[in-house]
């Protein structure tokens, strides 16, 4: 498990925060990375053409023979790297926003040290490089990263960029965290609003926040800091301390968190682990399962009945599962006035 963190301050825009870090996160990958068979192919070829170009005299010799050329191996293939899950954390604190990127990389253990000892040392010397090319890439975004810090009880951490072991049933628990389909996010909404109503003596019931979600947004802050949907929740429960400053919170989560992926498979792995769907945007995947068209539409009096209920996912599934027709039953079941499609010959619920 890689842990990829920036220095950060109070007054530190979101959008300028993230943008940062996906910069620097390109230039790592451009670092890391080995060089690809084609581009092997093509640094050979201009190779011969120099040494062609020397012996017909109008260039300078070559510096090094063709046979000498070798493809440049990667610190990711050099530690058996079969490919990466990235997660992307947002929370906000006494310190402004915080976004941190934790990357799960797959190896191959036949590729690292076999020797305890000699594990340890092959990946403290990964983390230094990876450090090394990360704080390059924050720097050139404005941006900077310390490599260590030292707790209160004497020892020494690693935030820049930390690198452990973890095993499979790890892996699995770090991930869950992460990724929700719409029930687990109702789950986790539901779960935040009652520890909130223990804590004011009161009960609460909160609203559904959100269809799917990346729970790198859900997760549980420390107590100092909140995720943007706990903020949402203190909004939506009456429970912020100040009701101005979390409003401008969250429509500064909404805008800069705005066409970005929280969770990212890298395309290797996702083949090898035969992840559908693993690179697709959720407007791509949404139109190949219930088709591009559009439905039916509601009017603003049925979305407000629906919009924080159960209701909102069942129609939803009623959509997936029986198409347009099931959709426009489930409505007038319940009573609920739908119209049609704009440019669709169908008749309006007049009632």
Request: aromatic share 8%; proline share 2%; glycine share 10%.
């Amino acid at each position: 498990m890689l842990t990829l963190t920036a220095r950060h301050s109070k007054g530190q825009r979101l959008d300028d925060l993230w943008g940062g870090l996906s910069e620097a996160w390109r230039f790592l990958g451009r670092g890391w990375g080995s060089e690809t068979a084609a581009a092997f192919e093509k640094r050979v070829a201009k190779n011969r053409d120099a040494w062609a170009d020397y012996r017909a005299g109008i260039r300078r010799k070559p510096r090094k023979e063709t046979g000498e050329l070798a493809r440049r191996v990667g610190l990711l293939e050099s530690l058996g790297a079969l490919g990466y899950v990235r997660a992307t954390e947002v929370t906000h604190g006494s310190s402004g926003w915080h976004v941190h990127f934790h990357v799960v990389l797959v190896l191959d253990t036949q590729v690292l040290p076999h020797g305890l000892e000699d594990r340890d040392d092959t990946l403290d010397a990964a983390r230094r490089s990876i450090f090394e090319l990360w704080r390059k890439g924050l720097l050139r975004n404005r941006l900077d990263a310390v490599e260590q810090v030292r707790e209160t009880d004497g020892s020494t951490s690693h935030v820049g960029a930390d690198l452990r072991i973890m095993h499979g049933a790890e892996v699995a628990e770090k991930l869950s965290k992460y990724e929700t389909k719409a029930t687990d996010a109702v789950a986790a909404a539901q779960e935040s609003a009652k520890r909130l109503a223990e804590s004011e003596k009161r009960r609460i019931e909160a609203g559904k926040f959100a269809a799917e979600a990346t729970l790198g947004a859900w997760k549980q802050g420390r107590e100092v800091s909140r995720t943007p949907f706990q903020i949402l929740g203190d909004l939506s429960t009456g429970a912020s301390a100040n009701l101005a400053a979390d409003e401008r919170l969250w429509c500064e989560w909404v805008a800069g968190s705005r066409g970005r992926v929280q969770l990212v498979w890298s395309r290797g792995l996702a083949d090898l682990a035969r992840v559908a769907d693993a690179e697709k945007s959720d407007e791509e995947i949404a139109a190949e399962e219930i088709g591009s068209e559009d439905l039916f539409r509601l009017p603003l009096g049925t979305w407000k009945r629906i919009c924080f209920t159960a209701a909102r996912f069942e129609l939803l599934e009623a959509v997936e599962k029986g198409g347009r027709e099931a959709g426009i039953g489930f409505l007038e079941e319940r009573g609920l006035i739908w119209l049609p499609a704009l440019g669709a010959d169908m008749p309006p619920d007049t009632r």
